[in-house]
């Protein structure tokens, strides 16, 4: 066991230190990018240029650089943005990471419910309009990009029907803290939840109702079927159950994912200010510290789903726990 | 006891709001409420000396005062610097070299502590101390400023600026005359902080100011949230007038589509990006009254390097600004309503602006039109022809976003027109500029824009074409065009010198400094742009001023019941 956590431990951390590399090398790479002239501001004298350049460490060798930024921002954690001097990037990723947590599992919520629901609908009903008509829903909230569909959403409840009786209850864009006001919390949040968790209800919806088809024909169900269990719960107990692996891998790695910023384009539409927001922005201001502390953040959290989808798969499926 | 004192004030007609004004406050109907902004992004640092970006600008602009500022007042007043935290501007002595400022008497800082001539020496010597960005180019010329530039950490400006606490006088000493000195205190990185205040970035901490506002909580990826200043009780309406609402909540996050739709629904007041111009057309025709065309002291322009072929031919650069059609320039950048074509690079309203074009049809640098009318391709292909350059490769530099790519494209079919190979490679807007600016980058064409920190002729002419500014393998060299024509330079000395015993004089030779520039053509100058300003319909009465286009504290806001 002990070995086995080491051996995670170890690839988490080589994991990371790949990532930043190449991050880091990719940011010194691209031209124009020296940060130097952007933080000294525009027209800066060349003394100031000179002192910047010194401040901020730009003068040193590039492994030196890259050593101290690591530094800062794993252990001093007083790892300043590029683009806004005085910026924390640490305190700052740690202020958003609730907005982005709030987001992802409220979306989890709604698209698990909704994808347990039709794939086990459409698999009990299997070849009949009803499992027909539900796939090809899925298949439709499958192909509408994220960032269209919120655009529409804002479209219409916050400017084509935002007067009407039916969205004037719909906040302005942004976030409310929970501890703030958790009505305010729930309404600034119900309709990015409901459009993140679309494309994730069409997806598990499918690949749960196509799980559920392929163990019917299993040995197990027939037994179960042969011991006289009702089809319902033959198909619910049974069959969920061990469908319900890669469901959960797979969400274990999705909810991860946005955890760690992946929801990138639904921050932004829904003017959200969580990780992926954050990620975005410093993207588009080319701020490396930034970029760097929110790809790491990202990665440990990938990294530590991977971990606990291994855990959630011993309970679920009687024999990975034979196995051990 | 309420009820019947209630009664006693509507009876006797007393105005309500007399009795729970706030200190500092005018005693105004008009007086109270909450400001609600929004912008895409926040601004970095709060550090009024350092932070160097349009947003904070704007909102400093009421929480410190400098000896000199601009007026706050709303009207179109002098854009000239006008007394703040002196007394008055005070004259010139020794040939242009010494001032005395008089300190104005009972002006305290937001924890109650009184300005002293202490506090201006320590802020000048700050300017140097955390490395502010215009230390150099603004502020090196106080003697010993040179010396603060190369040692910032025992920097004391030691015979540069000096405090009198007796004659509650503060000093200053230059190294030259300087006309536009008065212009430099009033900007920003010359505020007035407390002595004690640390010589570092103090980042997402505000230093105490003593405007009407002060800066209590702020958070970069948020919001900022601004309240009064308790201790402020107005000295000048003009340079720094007591504010209208009670609080001013800025909100970070919605992009400029969102913060449209959010201020046409009454979500927010107001938002600091123009109104994009997909939607001009609708809020021009459902909130027409709600809309405010801004003056903007900005010229975008493209800078030919004339150290990089074609450019380095003289006849070229004239061509391109001959065959550029520059009503397509207006058309891309949202149409005569709200952009003019450009044909120089000082910008309307600039000290020292005279309508004038000399690219034109039917002008010349010697005979200008007295405003574009449109292209002359003909003379433009004449030019390509004599100078031999046809059928060369031309890439154009452009900011990835908004019009820019249009216009660059429109730059391109022209280069095509006059008989250029030419492309166009956009780069993320956020480093355009300093790809352009580095001058080892090799960029041919580059597209930008230049706002001044403070309107005159030199932060445009001299800022982005004087030889001091084109600094040869540097990543920080202003002048892209890589021009430098020593005439221009004296031409430009001379009109700064003129300008500080005789504006106007001054003003005509910047008017002919910026036609000299033209006949060289080391850019191509494209538009003048005017601010598209939406608010909600709780903001009334006038709040825009030539230097900071919106001055919060003068927004004025309605109440629920009030009628519109």
Not at chain 1, 40 to 59: C, H, L
Not at chain 1, 289 to 308: C, D, G, K, R
Request: charged letters at 15%.
């Amino acid at each position: 066991m002990l070995k086995a956590l080491l051996q995670r431990f170890g690839q988490t951390v080589f994991v990371l230190f790949g990532i930043s590399v190449l991050v880091f090398l990719v940011f010194f790479a691209t031209p124009g990018a020296d940060p130097t002239s952007r933080i000294a501001g525009k027209n800066a004298s060349p003394e100031t240029i000179a002192k910047v350049r010194q401040e901020y460490g730009f003068d040193r060798p590039l492994p030196v650089q890259y050593t101290t930024m690591m530094k800062k921002l794993f252990i001093t954690q007083d790892l300043t943005s590029y683009a806004n001097r005085g910026e924390k990037v640490v305190p700052e990723l740690i202020k958003a990471a609730p907005v982005t947590l709030s987001l992802a599992t409220g979306g989890a919520v709604i698209w698990v419910v909704a994808s347990i629901l039709m794939g086990t609908v459409a698999a009990a009903f299997r070849g009949t309009w009803i499992d027909r008509t539900l796939m090809a829903v899925g298949l439709v909230g499958i192909s509408i990009p994220v960032f269209w569909l919120g655009q529409v959403a804002n479209l219409i409840t916050q400017a084509r029907y935002h007067d009407t009786w039916l969205f004037s209850w719909v906040p302005a864009l942004g976030y409310v803290p929970f501890a703030e006001s958790p009505v305010g919390w729930f309404k600034a949040l119900i309709i990015p939840w409901c459009t993140l968790a679309v494309l994730f209800i069409g997806v598990y919806a499918r690949v749960l109702r196509s799980d559920l088809v392929t163990v019917s024909g299993e040995d197990f169900m027939r037994t179960a079927r042969a011991k006289g269990l009702s089809p319902t719960r033959v198909l619910l107990v049974h069959g969920l159950r061990t469908s319900m692996i890669t469901f959960v891998s797979l969400f274990g790695m999705d909810f991860a994912q946005l955890i760690g910023g992946g929801a990138l384009l639904t921050e932004v539409v829904f003017g959200l200010q969580g990780v992926g927001r954050l990620t975005y922005q410093a993207l588009s201001a080319l701020d490396l510290p930034l970029i760097m502390a929110s790809v790491m953040y990202s990665a440990v959290f990938v990294v530590l789903a991977n971990a606990l989808v291994d855990v959630i798969y011993i309970f679920l499926d009687p024999r990975v726990r034979d196995g051990r | 006891m309420f009820s019947v004192l209630a009664l006693w004030l509507a009876l006797a007609g007393s105005p309500l709001h007399a009795t729970i004004v706030a200190p500092g406050a005018p005693d105004s109907p008009e007086t109270g409420g909450i400001l609600r902004i929004t912008a895409e992004n926040s601004g970095g640092t709060l550090d009024p000396q350092i932070s160097y970006v349009h947003i904070t600008y704007q909102m400093e602009a009421i929480v410190y005062d400098g000896l000199t500022t601009f007026a706050k007042t709303p009207s179109k007043l002098s854009s000239h610097a006008i007394p703040d935290l002196a007394e008055a501007l005070p004259e010139p002595q020794d040939g242009g070299r010494t001032y005395v400022f008089h300190l104005r008497h009972g002006i305290h800082f937001s924890n109650g502590k009184e300005v002293t001539p202490d506090d201006v020496v320590a802020s000048m010597q700050r300017i140097f101390k955390v490395n502010s960005p215009t230390a150099g180019p603004y502020y090196s010329h106080i003697v010993g400023g040179e010396a603060c530039l190369k040692d910032t950490e025992h920097c004391t400006l030691k015979g540069g600026v000096e405090a009198d606490d007796r004659a509650w006088t503060v000093t200053f000493h230059l190294t030259h005359p300087d006309a536009e000195f008065f212009d430099r205190l009033a900007f920003q990185h010359a505020s007035i902080l407390p002595a004690d205040t640390p010589a570092h970035d103090t980042g997402n901490e505000a230093p105490l100011g003593t405007g009407p506002y002060r800066i209590v909580s702020y958070e970069p990826n948020s919001g900022l949230k601004m309240e009064r200043n308790p201790y402020f009780r107005q000295w000048d309406a003009v340079a720094q007038p007591a504010g209208y609402p009670d609080e001013i909540h800025y909100s970070f996050g919605l992009d400029p589509e969102a913060a449209v739709t959010a201020i046409e629904n009454n979500q927010y007041d107001w938002m600091l990006e123009s109104v994009p111009l997909d939607r001009q057309a609708e809020v021009g025709a459902r909130f027409s009254d709600r809309v405010k065309l801004i003056e903007q002291l900005v010229i975008y322009y493209a800078a030919l390097n004339v150290n990089l072929p074609p450019f380095n031919d003289l006849r070229v650069r004239q061509a391109l600004n001959y065959a550029l059609n520059r009503k397509a320039v207006v058309i891309y950048n949202g149409g005569p309503a709200v952009s003019t074509a450009a044909c120089q690079m000082l910008p309307t309203g600039a000290p020292g602006y005279e309508p004038g074009c000399a690219y034109t049809k039917g002008a010349s640098p010697e005979h200008p039109a007295p405003e574009w009318k449109e292209p002359d391709l003909a003379l433009a292909k004449k030019l390509v022809e004599e100078s031999g350059t046809k059928g060369q490769k031309v890439v154009i530099v452009t900011p990835g976003s908004g019009g820019s790519g249009a216009i660059a494209n429109e730059i391109r079919a022209t280069l095509v027109d006059l008989g250029y190979v030419a492309s166009v490679r956009p780069i993320t807007p956020v480093i355009e500029f300093s790809y352009i600016q580095n001058s080892d980058n090799k960029v041919q064409i580059g597209l930008t824009g230049w706002s001044a920190d403070y309107p005159s002729a030199s932060s445009f002419l001299r800022t982005l074409f004087s030889c001091a500014t084109f600094i040869p393998h540097s990543s920080n060299s202003i002048n892209a065009s890589q021009f430098c024509d020593p005439k221009l330079d004296a031409l430009m000395d001379r009109a700064a010198e003129v300008s500080l015993t005789d504006q106007k004089a001054g003003d005509a030779l910047w008017a002919e400094a910026s036609r000299a520039l033209m006949a060289q053509a080391p850019a191509l100058p494209l538009d003048q742009t005017r601010r598209v300003a939406l608010t909600s319909t709780r903001v009334h009465g006038e709040y825009d001023t030539p230097i900071y286009e919106a001055v919060f504290s003068q927004m004025k806001l309605r109440r629920a019941g009030d009628a519109p």
